[in-house]
């Protein structure tokens, strides 16, 4: 077993990494972009095929290609497939400290170093650039932990297969289609998802599931134009008034959600899950201080992640300060989202959300209503769903999953095993049609800046994430 990695590693082979990543975070990555798309997969292939192993492209019509990189081994039964993702989410460059496709190194200050020429690097060092954290680090850290294991004379015992999509960001709209149509490549025995951030506390984590989502947006109406609200205030509803009341009634201030038998079909937890969340570090005292609040809705964070949540995502009607006006509003539009847990699915909540709504005297519509409906109904709600998608997670206890965990350790990585993500991605898609193992590894820092301006990767995790692939494409079986 190879271990302590960046002991073998020299200065030149850290910075012929960096180089080369450097080089690719320097493609334009917008899954709308179809020609630098391109360029991103094929800079993808001639990475893994300059070290002698096959790649290829999976096609749709108008959807960006996935890319597959096969490393068998000889005489192996099984296939453990990894993902991770090369587009990136969009961006406004006024936002970036410089352009958000240069790549630039900078110290724990935030001053601009000169990487290439330094005489070491410093692991707290950062290299900022679109999708250095999120997601081409991983594909870079998969190619270099193929050159260190070659380099120890060692070779995988199960056939790798790197799986590498090119609009995770954008919602992977293809993904089911793909999947769908490449069942022979896209159905391995094990999936590992190599996504998102390390926990808070900077120790790698595991991750077993991810909460499902679907969201709304919701429109309630007052009067059919804008009235003074000193003439007709008191007497015209305010539709303000109206959706804000509406949304208490579906939840409270402990995040606790109100609509009658929301949490009927929650799965309950299993005891290694409760045993994996109580031997987390704790990092709400941290978070509080960084996120500058006093308070919290819950006591624990991972442990409000197993339940279900409705977030308000934002309302929007009239106007404040300086363009503010004595104006009864026409309507109030509030975007919501609800993260569900197994075994909930969007299909089931949307009828709950639905009976809650009419409970509060609304009429339901899923167009702008017209005159007539307007007279026809005390209260007028229109209700427009999105596609959603549910949750799913693998169990704790899996021969797979304890393996994992176990080279990982001995790696030098014990991971924070985390039961689901609060956040929300397709894995239940992954799971089809056999409910095949799918796990979650990131290996990004948690403060990266994913989705927002500067985003960085921070070195030493770049530098923990090839340890914890050479760890585990050797000892896999």
């Not at 209260?379 to 899996?398: E, M, N, V």
Request: proline share 8%; net charge negative; charged share 20%.
């Amino acid at each position: 077993m190879l271990r302590l990695l960046l002991l073998l590693l020299s200065l030149t082979d850290q910075r012929a990494i960096l180089t080369e990543f450097s080089d690719f975070l320097a493609i334009p990555n917008l899954a709308s972009d179809a020609p630098n798309i391109a360029r991103n997969a094929a800079a993808i292939q001639a990475m893994f095929e300059k070290r002698g192993v096959k790649t290829k492209l999976l096609t749709l019509d108008n959807a960006p290609p996935i890319v597959i990189v096969d490393v068998p081994s000889r005489g192996a039964t099984r296939t453990i497939a990894f993902y991770a993702h090369y587009d990136g989410q969009p961006v406004d460059p006024k936002q970036w400290q410089t352009p958000p496709w240069r790549p630039v190194m900078r110290d724990a200050a935030g001053n601009d170093v000169d990487w290439r020429n330094a005489t070491t690097l410093d692991p707290e060092w950062r290299l900022y650039a679109r999708s250095s954290g999120d997601d081409k680090a991983p594909i870079i850290a998969m190619a270099a932990a193929l050159d260190a294991l070659r380099k120890s004379g060692h070779a995988p015992n199960v056939n790798l297969r790197f799986v590498f999509e090119g609009e995770e960001e954008a919602g992977s709209p293809h993904l089911g289609d793909y999947l769908a149509k490449y069942p022979d490549v896209l159905r391995p025995d094990a999936w590992i998802l190599c996504d998102g951030p390390v926990q808070q506390s900077r120790r790698m984590q595991l991750v077993f599931g991810a909460r499902g989502v679907v969201d709304a947006e919701l429109t309630v109406y007052g009067p059919a134009k804008g009235l003074h609200d000193g003439h007709y205030g008191n007497w015209v509803p305010n539709p303000i008034i109206r959706l804000t009341h509406l949304i208490d009634s579906m939840r409270d201030e402990t995040g606790r959600i109100l609509i009658a038998h929301f949490y009927d079909e929650v799965k309950p937890s299993s005891a290694a899950e409760h045993d994996a969340i109580a031997k987390m570090p704790p990092v709400e005292s941290d978070l509080k201080r960084e996120f500058g609040i006093a308070s919290t809705e819950s006591e624990n964070l991972n442990q409000s992640l197993l339940l279900p949540a409705l977030n308000v995502r934002g309302i929007q009607s009239g106007h404040i300060g300086a363009q503010a006006s004595n104006t009864i509003q026409t309507e109030a539009t509030a975007s919501l989202d609800f993260r569900v847990v197994p075994a909930e699915t969007p299909e089931s909540i949307k009828k709950l959300v639905e009976q809650h709504i009419e409970s509060q005297g609304y009429t339901i519509i899923r167009t702008t209503p017209d005159a007539a409906t307007r007279l026809a109904h005390p209260k007028i709600a229109k209700l427009t769903w999105g596609a959603g998608y549910p949750p799913a997670r693998t169990s704790l206890d899996l021969p797979l999953s304890q393996q994992i965990a176990a080279l990982m350790t001995t790696a030098g990585h014990p991971p924070v095993r985390v039961p689901t993500l609060g956040g929300s991605i397709p894995m239940y898609l992954f799971q089809q049609p056999s409910n095949t193992p799918v796990l979650i590894l990131p290996i990004a820092n948690h403060d990266d800046n994913q989705h927002a301006a500067n985003e960085n990767i921070r070195l030493q995790n770049l530098w923990d994430g090839i340890d914890v692939y050479v760890a585990l494409f050797e000892g896999l079986n």
